[in-house]
C-alpha cells in the first residue's frame, strides 16, 4: 500500500517492526546448544580448570541450555586418548589425569608427606575389598584391634568414609571407600582393584590370611 505525504510524493506504508515472536527469529534460535565441537571446548575448559573431578551433572550446570555433555566427554576422550593426559573416568566423575604409562615421570616430583603405618594400609586394604564393612569386621580379618587414630587417619585423607549402618544389633557404623581414594589409586571403580596375587606381591595383603584366601571384591556376595 502507498501513501501519499504532504507534499503529494507517495511513500511506502510503514512495515510492521519484527519482533520475537515472528517466525524469522525463532525463541528457540537464540538459546539454541553451541556446535557439538565447541561444547567439547567448553567441557575442556571447565575440567582443567576444577581442581576436582566433575560429575556430568556438575559440567552440565556451567554450559549452555542443551548441550550434549557425555557425547562431549566422548568426544575428548577419544581425542586424549594417545596423548600424554588422558581424560578419565573416576566413580562418577570425569577429570583430566597424567595417561598411567608415563606416571614414572611423575615419581620426582611426588612429595610424600606422611607414610602411611603397616596397620593403615592393611585396614585399607580390608576396606576395600569388603566394603561396607564395621569396624568389629576389621579387626576379626585383622586378628588385632584397629586403633581410632588408624581410621582416623584414613579418614582425614578422605580415602574412606562412613557407609549405611548395619540393619543388626546396635546398628554399627560401616566404612567404605571414597571418590578421592579412586582418583589417587588411578581407579575408574571398586572393580578395578587388582587382583591378590599383585597384593601379596605389594605386601599388603601377607598379614591377614582371611583376606588373601579368597575375599570377594566390592559388589560380589561373600560365601554363607
Known amino acids: 500500500m502507498i501513501e501519499d505525504d504532504a507534499a503529494g510524493a507517495p511513500r511506502p506504508a510503514p512495515q510492521p517492526a519484527q519482533t520475537e515472536a515472528d517466525p524469522a527469529r525463532p525463541m528457540d534460535a537464540l538459546f539454541a ?3 557439538e565441537a565447541e561444547q567439547a571446548r567448553m567441557v575442556e575448559a571447565v575440567l582443567f ?21 557425555p557425547a562431549a566427554l566422548a568426544r575428548l576422550a577419544e581425542h586424549y586418548a594417545p596423548r600424554g593426559v588422558q581424560l578419565m573416568r573416576i566413580g ?4 583430566f589425569r597424567t595417561a598411567p604409562d608415563l606416571g614414572f615421570l611423575m615419581a620426582r616430583e611426588a612429595v ?3 607414610k602411611l603405618s603397616r596397620a593403615a594400609v592393611e585396614t585399607l586394604a580390608i576396606i576395600a575389598y569388603h566394603q561396607p564393612v564395621t569396624r568389629a ?22 580415602w574412606i568414609k562412613l557407609g549405611p549402618r548395619r540393619e543388626s544389633p546396635g546398628r554399627p557404623a560401616t566404612f567404605v571407600t ?7 589409586f588411578g581407579l575408574e571403580s571398586a572393580k578395578d582393584l587388582p587382583g591378590l596375587a599383585e597384593l601379596r606381591a605389594a605386601g599388603l595383603v601377607g598379614a591377614a590370611p582371611e ?14
Open 33 to 35: 546448544a553451541p556446535p
Open 112 to 114: 610424600e608427606t606422611r
Open 49 to 69: 580448570a576444577s581442581a576436582d573431578p566433575l560429575t556430568v551433572k556438575e559440567i552440565a550446570e556451567r554450559l549452555p541450555h542443551g548441550s550434549d555433555v
Open 137 to 158: 569386621e576389621i579387626e576379626e580379618i585383622r586378628g588385632v584391634a584397629v586403633s581410632r587414630g588408624t581410621l582416623d587417619l584414613l579418614l582425614e585423607l578422605d
Open 92 to 95: 562418577d566423575a570425569w577429570a
Open 178 to 184: 571414597t571418590r578421592a581414594f579412586l582418583d589417587h
Open 211 to 224: 583376606l588373601a584366601a579368597g575375599a570377594p571384591r566390592p559388589g560380589e556376595a561373600a560365601d554363607g
